[in-house]
């Protein structure tokens, strides 16, 4: 559609160079300013154009009005720009003949806002075009900051003009027709009334002969109104359309709706950009059935589409909360009105819409402006918040370790995050976290699972697919393969160490990480135990079922491992469940609710299985006889543990060969 946009108003330039004359303004070079009788100004200078006067070309004249600052050219390093500020204006008239054309190409796109006092101006990219028959046209700049412009090209015509601004209306409306105010007094008229409308409205949308208005109360409460008709105008949106124009009230197919519309005159101004972004119902779409949102302009992020079927209809779907925080399902009908390009659905992927909300045979809809991918998932909020379902994850993804039944383990490999659960009220922070770890599960797929193998960082936003057993062993089983990031940065991984003679182990399903401990045979059974069997985990030699021969029973080995949970752990109460407001703190917290039972219980090891990806020997040699340093083990004040020293406050482990330990406290 934006080819054909673009196609289409290089067409229109076309059509109008073809049957006037043409004057070019140049304000970006020194020969077009020359032209202008203007001397570019030094750097960092400007020549105001009121000072300069009227400026004749062939016949057109340029005059300026100031705004909140002088209307002037202005040298930017070496680059010239007419700039027009807030309140400014600049016109072009003719004596004789008309003015049928106006092309404006912008310098800057970011603030290229202008307003015409006659005729119908439109924006598309940098280029704003005005097409009408007048003697003279104004355009005026009412917004924050600056319009920069390079150039404007007027067109004329030797025939007389059509439009005057300060001609009288030649069909002027009937007095005694009915008086409306009020966009919230529309519903109220009997279907057929014509009335004219006595207050300003704004625009929230325009689309063909679709126009969607909006109206706010002094508390600031907002009404809106679809108009179908030609209105004669092309507005932007934000644009103040002045009272007097009238319309008929109907109803169709159960929206309310205005047509037959004329006195549509041009816009007195622009809104502040904060009334013109649309209503964020994102979580709350079973809402605007319920609170009439019909003909406003929403926003819904992060929900499931459906494919869009050969009559433009598809099926929005939002995952919500009703009144008493229990999950629903919301779905709502779509159709591509407009007839914007439409993305490849993906059941993995969450969508952004922006749209209008309409009614159809008294069911609601919306209208897509446009459809956009949503960011994924950051992967510590998909295992802290406990998320399942389709989805992708936002972050690097960094390959670990190839495991059994096509899966591969993978981690974010973080030790802080951005907090940004509160983004929208202007509220992130960056805190200290441990790295999350996730399985992807490849199923059967073979050449899917060996691709990955040979991937060292999977990009953000490319795993995609259904995450399930966050409570557990958490893992998303693919739906497409992912991308690796060529030429990959790929950092060590950040493992935590647990001793499991004297740490609480708070390992999470699915974490590799280091951990200390005597390997000891308990009933035919393998597994690792502190120093008085007081606490007994089980060990799963699956992911290296060679190394459990290599092992001598009785000796104290240092094992990397994946740490499994058996059963999901439960909570002491309901009041330490987490809340949809719940600030995330670190997982050593976060943990410490997940408690199945007591720490402290020899329970509590039982809901885990630890299972050795390698191991070596750290004590038990007996032929060892003067005491050595065998370990030194590093903690900073967040609780992370490392083999080597943390900038700051340290607490050192050191453990020596005859198993005793000595605690110390440094400053690196």
């Known amino acids: 559609m934006k080819k054909i946009l673009s196609l289409s108003v290089f067409i229109v330039l076309m059509t109008l160079t073809a049957w006037g004359d043409e004057v070019t303004f140049d304000f970006s070079t020194e020969a077009g300013l020359q032209s202008m009788g203007?001397?570019?100004?030094?750097?960092?200078?400007?020549?105001?154009?009121?000072?300069?006067?009227?400026?004749?070309?062939?016949?057109?004249?340029?005059?300026?009005?100031?705004?909140?600052?002088?209307?002037?050219?202005?040298?930017?390093?070496?680059?010239?720009?007419?700039?027009?500020?807030?309140?400014?204006?600049?016109?072009?008239?003719?004596?004789?003949?008309?003015?049928?054309?106006?092309?404006?190409?912008?310098?800057?796109?970011?603030?290229?806002?202008?307003?015409?006092?006659?005729?119908n101006y439109s924006v598309s990219g940098g280029v704003g075009t005005w097409d009408g028959s007048t003697s003279s046209v104004t355009f005026s700049h009412t917004t924050t900051k600056n319009a920069q412009i390079a150039s404007i090209v007027v067109t004329t015509s030797d025939e007389a003009p059509t439009d005057d601004p300060n001609g009288e209306d030649p069909n002027p409306v009937d007095p005694n027709i009915t008086k409306l105010d009020s966009l919230a007094n529309l519903e109220s008229l009997d279907d057929g009334t014509e009335f004219q409308f006595t207050s300003e409205v704004y625009v929230q949308y325009q689309w063909g002969d679709y126009l969607w208005l909006m109206q706010l109360d002094e508390e600031y409460y907002a009404y809106a109104a679809m108009v179908y008709g030609d209105v004669g105008r092309t507005y932007q949106v934000g644009?103040?359309?002045?009272?007097?124009?009238?319309?008929?009230?109907?109803?169709?197919?159960?929206?309310?709706?205005?047509?037959?519309?004329?006195?549509?005159?041009?816009?007195?101004?622009?809104?502040?950009?904060?009334?013109?972004?649309?209503?964020?119902?994102?979580?709350?779409?079973?809402?605007?059935?319920?609170?009439?949102?019909?003909?406003?302009?929403?926003?819904?992020?992060?929900?499931?589409?459906?494919?869009?079927?050969?009559s433009g209809n598809f099926t929005i779907t939002s995952n919500e909360e009703d009144e008493d925080g229990n999950p629903v399902t919301v779905t709502m009908v779509g159709y591509n009105k407009f007839g914007i390009e439409y993305p490849t659905v993906d059941p993995a992927e969450r969508y952004n819409i922006d749209g209008m909300v309409t009614i159809y045979?008294?069911?609601?809809?919306?209208?897509?402006?446009?459809?956009?991918?949503?960011?994924?998932?950051?992967?510590?909020?998909?295992?802290?918040?406990?998320?399942?379902?389709?989805?992708?994850?936002?972050?690097?993804?960094?390959?670990?370790?190839?495991?059994?039944?096509?899966?591969?383990?993978?981690?974010?490999?973080?030790?802080?995050?951005?907090?940004?659960?509160?983004?929208?009220?202007?509220?992130?922070?960056?805190?200290?976290?441990?790295?999350?770890?996730?399985?992807?599960?490849c199923g059967d797929d073979t050449e899917l699972y060996n691709d990955i193998c040979q991937m060292q960082v999977l990009a953000p936003n490319t795993v995609k697919g259904e995450v399930v057993d966050v409570a557990t062993n958490p893992r998303i089983i693919l739906s497409s393969t992912p991308t690796g990031i060529t030429d990959p940065n790929f950092e060590s991984l950040h493992l935590y160490s647990y001793n499991i003679s004297q740490d609480k182990i708070m390992a999470l399903g699915n974490e590799l990480a280091q951990v200390t401990g005597w390997y000891k045979l308990i009933g035919g059974e393998p597994y690792l135990c502190s120093s008085q069997d007081s606490v007994q985990v089980r060990l799963d030699f699956s992911i290296n079922p060679e190394l459990q021969s290599s092992l001598v029973e009785g000796a104290r080995y240092d094992m990397t491992s994946v740490f499994k949970i058996n059963e999901p752990w439960e909570r002491a109460s309901a009041s330490y469940a987490p809340k949809r407001s719940h600030k995330p703190e670190p997982r050593k917290a976060m943990s410490e609710l997940r408690s199945k039972v007591a720490y402290t219980d020899a329970d509590y090891y039982t809901n885990y299985t630890i299972c050795p990806v390698n191991a070596s020997v750290t004590t038990g040699i007996d032929d060892l006889t003067t005491k050595q340093v065998t370990k030194m083990r590093y903690i900073n004040m967040m609780g992370v543990m490392s083999d080597n020293p943390f900038p700051g406050m340290n607490i050192v482990i050191t453990e020596f060969t005859d198993g005793s330990i000595i605690t110390t406290k440094e400053v690196r």
């Open 239 to 310: 644009a103040v359309i002045p009272s007097g124009w009238t319309g008929v009230k109907t109803t169709y197919k159960g929206l309310v709706e205005i047509t037959d519309p004329t006195h549509f005159k041009n816009a007195t101004g622009l809104v502040d950009d904060m009334f013109t972004e649309p209503f964020d119902m994102t979580g709350y779409m079973s809402y605007i059935e319920s609170d009439h949102y019909e003909n406003m302009r929403v926003k819904l992020n992060g929900i499931s589409l459906s494919e869009i079927d050969d």
């Open 38 to 119: 203007i001397t570019a100004p030094a750097q960092s200078n400007g020549v105001n154009l009121t000072d300069v006067g009227t400026i004749t070309i062939d016949g057109v004249s340029l005059t300026a009005v100031n705004g909140s600052t002088e209307t002037r050219v202005w040298n930017s390093q070496g680059s010239y720009t007419l700039r027009i500020y807030v309140g400014g204006s600049i016109t072009f008239a003719v004596e004789s003949g008309s003015i049928v054309g106006v092309t404006i190409n912008a310098a800057n796109t970011s603030n290229f806002d202008l307003l015409a006092n006659v005729g």
């Open 361 to 441: 045979n008294n069911n609601y809809q919306i209208y897509p402006i446009s459809i956009e991918e949503a960011p994924g998932t950051r992967l510590w909020k998909v295992t802290y918040e406990g998320l399942e379902g389709n989805m992708k994850i936002a972050d690097s993804l960094y390959v670990a370790l190839p495991m059994i039944d096509g899966q591969i383990l993978v981690t974010d490999n973080a030790l802080e995050i951005l907090v940004d659960t509160y983004a929208e009220w202007g509220y992130t922070w960056y805190q200290d976290w441990y790295p999350t770890w996730i399985a992807l599960d």
